[in-house]
């Protein structure tokens, strides 16, 4: 998500037939087939995890997509813009980890929402960075299209996973939206506070003691609503 130079160049020599020609067709291929755009994103990711937000530059992107310094600005006009890609990608990602573990769980509604929960806290743990700049961070765009549309996305899971819990939409009923405020808040603080390791005794917990744990706080939590 490597990089590669696509730049074109011939080898034969126009003033004798003895020299063979290189076909460069094929480095240049992957920009041409549309993988250059998931490659910044992947050099951008690792940008981001190794110098953080303030040093996130375009060129340390292109740099380690082995790429020249105006590709990313082609593709995304700026940094800003470039974040704002990968946000959108952190939550396609996001929703894939909630997914794993909601197929691997009971099919009641608030084992669901547990499940949800716990894809949450996976994906924080596992890209920190990524999670940070999708919830945190000021640098993306959250009105731009792409993002607007893949944060919603994620949104309208909870809506659907809180409203078969509480029986009816929360679209329509103001104590039902609530619901889906505290189970927002709920994931979301569990995961911010690990992700920063401030809950040092569930990071000094076995995983699977650690993950049994965060499954009774949750349900504990999320029954609450009375």
Do not use: C
Not at 34 to 45: P, S
Not at 120 to 149: C, K, N, Q, T, V
């Amino acid at each position: 998500m490597s990089r590669l130079i696509f730049t074109v160049s011939r080898w034969g020599d126009p003033m004798t037939t003895t020299r063979p020609r290189r076909n460069s067709v094929s480095r240049a291929q992957p920009y041409h087939h549309g993988n250059l755009r998931a490659a910044l994103l992947k050099a951008a990711e690792a940008e981001l995890e190794a110098e953080g937000i303030e040093g996130f530059s375009l060129r340390g992107v292109a740099k380690r997509a082995s790429v020249s310094h105006a590709a990313p600005a082609h593709h995304f006009g700026d940094a800003n813009g470039l974040l704002t890609g990968l946000a959108a990608e952190g939550y396609k990602r996001f929703i894939a980890a909630q997914e794993v573990r909601q197929n691997n769980a009971p099919s009641d509604g608030m084992s669901q929402l547990v499940a949800a929960g716990l894809g949450y806290i996976d994906f924080a743990l596992a890209h920190p960075a990524l999670f940070r700049l999708m919830f945190s961070s000021g640098r993306p765009d959250h009105e731009a299209p792409e993002l607007s549309a893949a944060g919603a996305a994620a949104f309208e899971r909870l809506i659907d996973a809180v409203g078969r819990v509480r029986g009816v939409d929360p679209h329509k009923n103001k104590k039902a939206m609530l619901s889906v405020m505290a189970a927002w808040a709920i994931a979301h603080g569990l995961a911010d506070l690990l992700v920063a390791g401030r809950m040092k005794f569930l990071l000094a917990l076995r995983k699977s003691e650690r993950e049994a744990a965060l499954a009774q706080l949750l349900r504990q939590s999320l029954a609450q609503w009375g």
